[in-house]
Each structure stands twice: as structure tokens, then as C-alpha cells.
């Protein structure tokens, strides 16, 4: 059976199994609720509110490094535009962590003759305590390194060159980036002396891609850099020929305790208690060093923040109030995310939630937690996106965006409203994440969809989100 048919299959099957739910969606509905649900999308058809946020935050703060006066900046900016929008207890919750700061890299094949190359520490990365050279050693994929003999890599540079594919989902990247986030500690454990990566990004520029690493707490890590797409090619074509290649490195890092904060809101409904716990929106409010974060993740906060506008009205009818959560130090390993499990793990009082990380392409499918037994209200959503474009699939369960995500092993539904990523991860991390790859018209769809979403979770009674 090809895949399609399976999906044909798997969804008729899920929907015959929750038609009494299907009956009951209609019913979780009320034609207050579905009035107003057309008033929003109309209202977001027209709103620019989302690009306006996403524009000021690129414009007024630029890059935010985690950690950073930069974003304290954005911090205090969000803050400020919350309280404006008219959210309630608009507030900060602070947390330590690790801070990772790139100094300088400078990277050059030597031999067979010198090209300089271009690259960006990992984050993570020890620096090189002086400038190394070594001879470089090949892999296609992680297999390929686990596979190798130690002997063969120690004192060697490990060059992982295993390209990302294209793909309209977040498959791609899912599976390309387990070269970057343990390929360095794998190369650490067969004694390699330093770990260059081929970017995971699917452009084929100059542009080298940031991002995270990890390695075992009891592991010395070793220097870790990604070379631009171009210069990994360039690489493996000298590597194909007879002499071998040998790379200068020079990498510069500091790591020391840091300070963020996660920024929260609440747009309070007049129906609702403490005892119904709400639903969240999210972003994060940090990027890379690299670019001016507009795409990862400016969109995501003035989407977010657009959202809970668009919902203004319509309070009256929330039984459940709409938590905006913007979190900090996202792109160091989750860290804001980690710490808001850890200040709520007690009483972490939502119900559903959605985050919005992944580039400003058009929504095009929504992911259940799931799939196998859609709840009447997740139901009632996918009926709600049908207009916008955007379609209900039950090909694999949601994972939520990487904070939220964090928060389904504590009981809290998490879903996927997923863009069209195809073009996302040539500037992904990198100096092209600019505003002019950020559209403004897609982000309309944005706000009306997580306005939706929201709208449908905060006001249908308890029975329909189960
Ligand atoms: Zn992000």
C-alpha cells in the first residue's frame, strides 16, 4: 500500500471511529462562538498587527543572543507592547543558565593549497586553545562515524558531510540535525580533535548555519564548527582527490552563567477561574548571533502577540483565559522552556497549547497530539482552519514547538499548525534571517489561525477537550 492510500486509510478509520465526537464538535460550538470565530478571520484578513511586532523587534532590538542586553531589550519591549495590547498580569519570570558566547572563528584549508572557508562555532563549542591544524577525516552520515575505528579518527578533524533534504514539513531538519546536536560528542568519543560540520540548511551559499550541540556531562567536548554549504563542498571535492587536506582552526569561546526571563500574559476571560486552566500561545523571544532573528523567531512573538489582539473582544465569551508565553534562551538547548517546567512543575495550569517556530511560510496542516482519537474540540478547530487553508492530518502525531513541546510529558495537549518550511532552512540560523524573507500577508493567516485555535479552546466546556 503506497502512503497516500495508508493516510486515506488511517484518517477514514480515526473519523468512523469519532463519529459520535464528529456530531459532538458541532455541538461544543456555540453560535456565539462560531459568529464570532467569522468576525476574527474576517478581522485578521486585513490586520497587519503580527508583521508591525515583528518589524519593531527586528528594527528596535535586532539580534538577541540569549543572555544578552540585547535581549533584555527585547525583554523590556515585549513587556511594554503586552501591557499596551491590553493583556493582564504582564509580567517576567527570570532564570539562570548557561551561557554560550561565539568570540571569533577563523577556519582555512592549508593543504593541499589554502582557501579560506567560511564557518560558525557551534553552539557549545570549547574554543581551540591555540590554533590547531589537523588532517581531515570524511564521514557521509552519523552511521558512517559511528561505524569507524577509533584509530583511524584520533587527532583527526571529523568533517560531517551529510546534506539536508528539502521538505515541505519539518522531516528534513528533524533527521539532518542529529549530525549537528550529537555528531561533535560522538566524534569526541573516537578522539578526534576537532568537529566540522557541513551547516544543516538546504541553500547552497556561504551562509554558515548556527546551532546547538550537546555531549554527556562527564565528556570534554571538543571544538565544534559548521562550514557554509559552498565551502563544505568544497571541501569534499578536495577530499575526493589524492593528497590529503589539512585545516587551520582557530575558535575563540567563552561560557559562563547567564540571565533570562520567560515573558508571560494573560488575556483574562470573563468566564474563567483558576480552576480552568488556559491555553497558550507561544514564541521565543531569542535568536542567534547571527542575523536579526526576524524569521526565528520575531514572526513567531508578533504572531503570538497578534492573537491575543484579535481575541480583545471577544472576552466575554472565554471561559478560559489565553496565556501568551515568550520565552527566553530558546536557542540554547530549550533553556527558558526547561525553566518554566521547573517554576510550574507543581501546578502547571494549562490545558492545550501551540507555539508558533518555524518561519513565516503558509500554514498548511494542523497536527493532534493524538491522531488516532481526535477530541470533539480538535474537531471543531480543523473545521474552523478549513477556511484559512489549512487542512487536519492524521500522518503522524504533533510534537508542539520545541518549549510547549516540554510541556506534553506533563499533561498538557500540544499541537502542530505547520507553514510550508520548504525554503525555511536556507536561512535558517544564519545572516540571512532578515526581514525580507518574513511575509507579511502569511503572517495574517498566522494571527487568524492561532486566534482561532484559541478562541474554540478557551470557550468549549470541559467534556469536548477530551
Ligand atoms: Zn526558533
Given at each position: 500500500m503506497?502512503?497516500?492510500?495508508?493516510?486515506?486509510?488511517?484518517?477514514?478509520?480515526?473519523?468512523?471511529?469519532?463519529?459520535a465526537?464528529?456530531?459532538?464538535?458541532?455541538a461544543?460550538?456555540?453560535?456565539?462562538?462560531?459568529s464570532?470565530?467569522?468576525e476574527?478571520?474576517?478581522?485578521?484578513a486585513i490586520?497587519?498587527?503580527?508583521?508591525?511586532?515583528?518589524?519593531?523587534l527586528?528594527?528596535?532590538?535586532?539580534?538577541?543572543?540569549?543572555g544578552?542586553?540585547?535581549?533584555?531589550?527585547?525583554?523590556?519591549?515585549a513587556?511594554?507592547e503586552?501591557?499596551?495590547a491590553?493583556?493582564?498580569?504582564?509580567?517576567a519570570e527570570?532564570?539562570?543558565?548557561?551561557?554560550?558566547?561565539e568570540?571569533?572563528?577563523?577556519?582555512?584549508?592549508?593543504?593541499?593549497?589554502q582557501h579560506?572557508?567560511?564557518?560558525?562555532?557551534?553552539?557549545?563549542s570549547?574554543?581551540?586553545?591555540?590554533?590547531?591544524?589537523?588532517?581531515?577525516?570524511?564521514?557521509?552520515?552519523?552511521?558512517?562515524?559511528?561505524a569507524a575505528d577509533?584509530?583511524?579518527?584520533?587527532?583527526?578533524?571529523?568533517?560531517?558531510?551529510?546534506?539536508?533534504?528539502?521538505?515541505?514539513?519539518?522531516?528534513?531538519?528533524?533527521?539532518?540535525?542529529?549530525?549537528?546536536?550529537d555528531?561533535?560528542?560522538?566524534a569526541?568519543?573516537?578522539?578526534?580533535?576537532a568537529?566540522?560540520?557541513?551547516?544543516?540548511?538546504?541553500?547552497?551559499?556561504r551562509?554558515?548555519?548556527?546551532g546547538?550541540?550537546?555531549?554527556?556531562?562527564?565528556?570534554?567536548?571538543?571544538?565544534?564548527?559548521?562550514?557554509?554549504?559552498?565551502d563544505?563542498?568544497?571541501?569534499?571535492?578536495?577530499?575526493?582527490?589524492?593528497?590529503?587536506?589539512?585545516?587551520?582552526?582557530?575558535?575563540?569561546?567563552?561560557?559562563?552563567?547567564?540571565s533570562?526571563?520567560?515573558v508571560?500574559?494573560?488575556?483574562?476571560?470573563?468566564?474563567?477561574?483558576?480552576?480552568?486552566p488556559?491555553?497558550?500561545?507561544?514564541?521565543?523571544?531569542d535568536?542567534?548571533?547571527v542575523?536579526?532573528g526576524?524569521?526565528?523567531?520575531?514572526?513567531?512573538?508578533?504572531?503570538?502577540?497578534a492573537?491575543?489582539?484579535?481575541?480583545?473582544?471577544?472576552r466575554s465569551?472565554?471561559?478560559r483565559?489565553?496565556?501568551?508565553?515568550?520565552?527566553?534562551?530558546?536557542?540554547?538547548?530549550?533553556?527558558?522552556?526547561?525553566a518554566?517546567?521547573?517554576?510550574?512543575?507543581?501546578?502547571?495550569?494549562?490545558?492545550?497549547a501551540?507555539?508558533?517556530?518555524?518561519?513565516?511560510?503558509?500554514?498548511?496542516?494542523?497536527?493532534?497530539?493524538?491522531?488516532q482519537?481526535?477530541?470533539?474540540?480538535?474537531?471543531?478547530?480543523?473545521?474552523?482552519?478549513?477556511?484559512?487553508g489549512?487542512?487536519?492530518?492524521?500522518?503522524?502525531?504533533?510534537?508542539?514547538?520545541?518549549?510547549?513541546?516540554?510541556?506534553?510529558?506533563?499533561?498538557?495537549?500540544?499541537?502542530?499548525?505547520?507553514?510550508?518550511a520548504?525554503d525555511?532552512?536556507?536561512?535558517?540560523?544564519?545572516?540571512?534571517?532578515?526581514?525580507?524573507h518574513?511575509?507579511?500577508?502569511?503572517?495574517r493567516?498566522?494571527?487568524?489561525?492561532?486566534?482561532?485555535?484559541?478562541?474554540?479552546?478557551?470557550?468549549?466546556?470541559?467534556?469536548c477537550?477530551?
Amino acid at each position: 500500500m503506497n502512503a497516500s492510500a495508508l493516510l486515506t486509510l488511517l484518517f477514514a478509520a480515526s473519523l468512523d471511529a469519532g463519529a459520535a465526537h464528529r456530531v459532538e464538535s458541532a455541538a461544543c460550538v456555540t453560535d456565539e462562538v462560531r459568529s464570532a470565530l467569522k468576525e476574527v478571520q474576517l478581522a485578521a484578513a486585513i490586520d497587519d498587527r503580527a508583521y508591525r511586532w515583528t518589524e519593531r523587534l527586528v528594527l528596535d532590538v535586532g539580534a538577541r543572543p540569549a543572555g544578552t542586553e540585547a535581549e533584555a531589550r527585547a525583554r523590556a519591549w515585549a513587556l511594554r507592547e503586552l501591557a499596551a495590547a491590553g493583556l493582564d498580569e504582564v509580567r517576567a519570570e527570570p532564570f539562570e543558565f548557561a551561557r554560550w558566547t561565539e568570540e571569533s572563528v577563523t577556519a582555512s584549508v592549508r593543504e593541499p593549497v589554502q582557501h579560506a572557508l567560511r564557518a560558525v562555532a557551534l553552539g557549545g563549542s570549547p574554543g581551540t586553545s591555540a590554533p590547531l591544524r589537523a588532517t581531515v577525516i570524511r564521514f557521509a552520515s552519523m552511521d558512517a562515524l559511528r561505524a569507524a575505528d577509533p584509530r583511524r579518527v584520533a587527532g583527526r578533524a571529523v568533517f560531517l558531510d551529510a546534506p539536508m533534504a528539502r521538505t515541505r514539513d519539518r522531516t528534513g531538519y528533524r533527521s539532518a540535525v542529529q549530525a549537528r546536536l550529537d555528531g561533535p560528542a560522538l566524534a569526541a568519543t573516537k578522539g578526534a580533535a576537532a568537529f566540522v560540520l557541513r551547516s544543516v540548511g538546504t541553500d547552497r551559499t556561504r551562509q554558515p548555519h548556527a546551532g546547538m550541540t550537546r555531549h554527556a556531562a562527564d565528556q570534554a567536548p571538543i571544538a565544534a564548527v559548521a562550514l557554509s554549504v559552498a565551502d563544505a563542498e568544497l571541501m569534499a571535492r578536495l577530499l575526493a582527490g589524492s593528497q590529503p587536506v589539512v585545516i587551520d582552526l582557530d575558535v575563540r569561546t567563552t561560557m559562563a552563567r547567564g540571565s533570562s526571563a520567560n515573558v508571560r500574559a494573560e488575556l483574562r476571560g470573563a468566564a474563567a477561574s483558576d480552576r480552568n486552566p488556559s491555553v497558550v500561545l507561544a514564541a521565543h523571544l531569542d535568536s542567534w548571533h547571527v542575523g536579526t532573528g526576524a524569521s526565528d523567531d520575531a514572526s513567531g512573538v508578533g504572531t503570538v502577540m497578534a492573537a491575543a489582539a484579535l481575541l480583545q473582544p471577544y472576552r466575554s465569551l472565554l471561559r478560559r483565559d489565553v496565556s501568551v508565553i515568550l520565552f527566553g534562551a530558546e536557542e540554547p538547548g530549550i533553556a527558558g522552556g526547561h525553566a518554566y517546567i521547573d517554576a510550574h512543575r507543581a501546578n502547571l495550569n494549562h490545558v492545550v497549547a501551540v507555539e508558533s517556530d518555524l518561519g513565516s511560510g503558509r500554514l498548511w496542516r494542523m497536527l493532534l497530539p493524538d491522531p488516532q482519537h481526535p477530541t470533539p474540540a480538535e474537531l471543531a478547530i480543523a473545521a474552523a482552519l478549513e477556511p484559512l487553508g489549512i487542512a487536519l492530518s492524521l500522518a503522524m502525531p504533533s510534537i508542539g514547538g520545541p518549549d510547549v513541546g516540554l510541556m506534553a510529558a506533563h499533561g498538557v495537549r500540544v499541537y502542530d499548525l505547520d507553514p510550508d518550511a520548504t525554503d525555511y532552512f536556507d536561512i535558517h540560523h544564519t545572516d540571512e534571517d532578515t526581514l525580507e524573507h518574513v511575509s507579511a500577508l502569511n503572517l495574517r493567516q498566522h494571527a487568524a489561525a492561532l486566534a482561532t485555535f484559541a478562541l474554540i479552546a478557551a470557550t468549549v466546556e470541559d467534556r469536548c477537550l477530551h
